[in-house]
């Protein structure tokens, strides 16, 4: 059955709208590259312990191969159940909706039958799709689920979308909120150019997926122009394959920006802080390799405290680059402080268990 925005549970609803952590889930393999269903779940518990107020799977971090191997409902389908077994408070889910609108539309249908609340829309399919086919395939796949928008950096099979793109499908009455992830600040304003035009944005949220910049897409007012006056929006959370990892602190560090917009006060300290993320983020991502090792990387660091038996990914050949694990070696103890390692430490059997 369809599910539209206005049918959500409130506390879902309000999740969204008001902005969350939402990790990227990865997906682990035993080391025959079969799902490791164990660990999978130890992977959501996690999440959900940690405070992520969401979670979206079936997406760019949980491999898109997941649907070749015939994983994408087991996948989706185990932290569905383990949202609803484990946690203690509600839980927005999120699917990864990929393909060409025949296939979105159907993973749209399973993803709401396995109770999830929206539907990641990614475009990589659409290449070569003029802007008119565009907006009617994703107007075609919200019929199905609230739709969350993915502007995906063109560097890894993105496409580059107009402002009047996004303008078009801001006004989609079943979307709810933007991922931003161009790493791109002028492809950024035109998400924010486009929600305002639609006259979208108290409806639409916009999540930040801006590796690259993160905290400073979490502190920053962007304003533009409409009917000649200034219209003022904001990041509301992160939706990021970068946030599968320390995600405690990445609880933090959303917690001090929301305070900081508050205030309308923005120390030096946190500005500070988005380059030491970002500094980290390059090394997890491979942007030495043009993010060849993007998946791999995060992975790395959750083997490293024990979530992952492996950093295996579904395409054998995928892994980590050249000089990669060095990279990682230094931002682990550059920005230990930015880590979780002592909270995982102290769950960990329990969420293997």
């Known amino acids: 059955m369809p599910l539209h925005r206005t049918a959500l549970p409130a506390p879902v609803l309000k999740i969204v709208q008001s902005g969350a952590v939402i990790p990227a889930h990865p997906l682990a393999l ?14 959501t518990r996690y999440y959900i312990d940690a405070g992520a107020g969401g979670l979206a799977v079936g997406v760019h971090t949980t491999q898109f191969a997941i649907r070749e191997a015939g994983l994408y409902e087991p996948v989706l389908a185990t932290a569905a159940r383990e949202a609803a077994a484990w946690a203690d408070r509600p839980i927005a889910l999120i699917a990864g909706l990929a393909g060409r609108t025949e296939q979105a539309r159907r993973e749209a249908h399973m993803a709401v039958g396995l109770g999830y ?21 994703c107007a075609a796949v919200a019929e199905e689920i609230p739709l969350v928008g ?29 991922k931003v992830a161009p790493f791109n600040r002028y492809r950024t304003l035109d998400v924010v150019r486009g929600v ?16 690259d910049h993160i905290v400073l897409d979490l502190v920053t007012p962007f304003t533009v122009l ?34 900081a917009a508050r205030s309308g006060t923005v120390d030096a300290d946190l500005l500070a802080l988005d380059s030491r993320v970002t500094d980290c983020n390059a090394a997890f991502f491979d942007v030495a390799n043009d993010f060849a090792g993007c998946i791999a990387g ?6 490293r405290q024990g979530l ?35 909270f995982v430490a102290e769950n960990l059997q329990r969420w293997l268990d």
């Open 308 to 342: 992952l038996a492996n950093i295996l990914c579904l395409d054998p050949a995928e892994g980590l680059s050249p000089g990669q694990r060095e990279q990682i070696d230094r931002v682990c103890a550059e920005h230990a402080d930015l880590a979780d390692d002592d």
């Open 117 to 137: 609340h929206a539907g990641l829309l990614s475009l990589a399919a659409m290449h070569g799709a003029d802007e008119e086919s565009l907006v009617a395939h």
């Open 196 to 211: 305002v035009a639609a006259r979208a944005e108290d409806r639409v949220a916009l999540y930040t997926g801006n590796d």
């Open 30 to 43: 035993d080391a025959a590259r079969r799902l490791d269903a164990r660990r999978q779940r130890a992977l």
């Open 150 to 178: 993915f502007y995906l950096q063109p560097a890894v099979g993105g496409l580059s979308l107009s402002a009047r793109f996004w303008a078009r499908f801001a006004a989609i009455d079943n979307v709810l909120a933007i």
């Open 226 to 259: 409409r009917d000649g006056r200034p219209v003022t929006v904001c990041f509301r959370g992160g939706l990021l394959g970068h946030w599968s990892v320390w995600v405690r602190g990445a609880v933090d560090i959303l917690r001090r920006c929301r305070e």
């Open 298 to 303: 995060c992975h790395e660091v959750l083997r």
